[in-house]
């Protein structure tokens, strides 16, 4: 009997079946996307019981729609949409989510957004490339000489988590709990997470907000020159970030801070040794190096997928009916192989100039961390293949059965 293939897809009802965990997609979601945009790039998920959308130009522009929000609670009740009440052992994740930027829509959005911004802005954030150059280098020295190395833990972690932390004023030693936190709560954003899971995550987040607020105190007595003492000091319009805001902020940032930028290292480095591109080529001068990091971000992006909710009931032009309410996923990773937007959408063509990849979102949420995430992998790749010339893979890195963040298990490396 054949096996299950991983998508069925009903081309007049639009209906789309995808198992996520079968590994023909999950290792290559961009075979699934081809037929997707063939045949229906705007359908109902079966599993999921809800519309997604994978053309370029629809992704771009619901992400764009303010007609569509992360947030719903700010329009409507919970009775109203007959959402179940807050899980009572979710209660220290919820407190997170509950001020973080992400989860926010005008104007609370726009308060908080305004007030981080600053630090993020490419012109600030350019005054961090000699520490950047310095770290990769400083790593590399650590393990040149053994001729190999599991390129995910060395590298591609430390340079993200260390950067993040420095900026915002944390201690890097903590850097490994922050970390196992941030990974235990990101688990929450697969599909249906087990009750397992919740538990889990919502012990990370109790003990990263307990670290979070000592960190606080202390800079409440110990003004430095960081982030989180200008988060703690800055006013917009007469007012200040309140304690709960001050700690969902910075652990929305030291977590989005590293765990997309991470992955996307490890997919680069991957994708570059695979397909066999000479590196020399693809890091000869700088706008070289920045065409090539925007292949790698359109061809093998670590995030694939974000909801939205309808905020009011909304009629697509193609005929898709939404209620108040409704939720919407957005294919970012489709929609960076799109065929009508791409030539030759699932070649990795680093000379190519198309124009903008949507792995960094658009919109009012686009990544406020784009330009660091940037100026990071367009320093430490280069410097990797400069340094390693003879790098390659030592045996085909596994990649992990995750939808959400799409990555390697790890990626081991001889030279
Ligand atoms: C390659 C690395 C990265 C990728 C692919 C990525 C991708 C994204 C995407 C797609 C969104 C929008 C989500 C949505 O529209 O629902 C987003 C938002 C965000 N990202 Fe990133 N990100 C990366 C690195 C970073 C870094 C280094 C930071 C560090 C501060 C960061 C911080 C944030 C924050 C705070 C938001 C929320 C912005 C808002 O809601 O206004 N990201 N990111």
Known sequence: MPLKPAITIDRADRRVSIDVHDPDFYRSPSTTYAEIHAQC???????????????????????????????????????ELGMPAPKPHLKAF??????????????????????VNRAFVSRQIEQLRPDIERLAHAVIDGFERDGEVELLKTYAETIPVTIIARMLGIPVEAAPDLLDWSHRMVRMYVFNPSHETELDANQASADF?????????????????DLLTHMITSEKDGERLSEAELVSTAALLLNAGHEATV???????????????????????????????????????????????ALSDIELDDGISLRKGDKIGLLLGAANVDPRKFIDPNRFNPKRDEGANVSFGAGLHFCIG??????????????????????????????????????????????
């Open 263 to 309: 992955h996307q290292i490890g997919n680069a480095v991957h994708t570059i040794l695979q397909t066999g591109h000479a590196s020399a080529d693809l890091f000869a001068t700088e706008s070289a190096t920045a065409l090539t990091i925007e292949e790698c971000l359109r061809f093998a992006a670590p995030l694939h997928i974000f909801q939205r909710y």
């Open 209 to 225: 907000a307990d670290y979070l607020r000592t960190v606080i105190a202390e800079k409440r007595r110990n003004p430095a020159d």
């Open 41 to 79: 790039p705007a359908f109902y998920w079966s599993e999921r019981e809800q519309w997604y959308f994978a053309g370029y130009d629809q992704v771009n522009a619901l992400l764009r729609d303010r007609r569509f929000g992360r947030q719903i609670l700010h329009v409507a009740t919970r009775e």
């Open 370 to 415: 784009a330009p660091l995430a940037r100026l990071e992998l367009n320093l430490s790749l280069p410097i990797l293949f400069q340094r390693l010339p003879g790098m390659r893979l030592k045996h085909e890195p596994e990649v992990r059965d995750s939808f959400h963040f799409h990555g390697l298990e790890r990626l081991d490396v001889v030279w």
């Open 94 to 115: 919820d407190a997170l989510e509950e001020h973080s930027l992400l989860e926010l829509e005008p104007p609370a959005h726009t308060r908080l957004r305004t007030l």
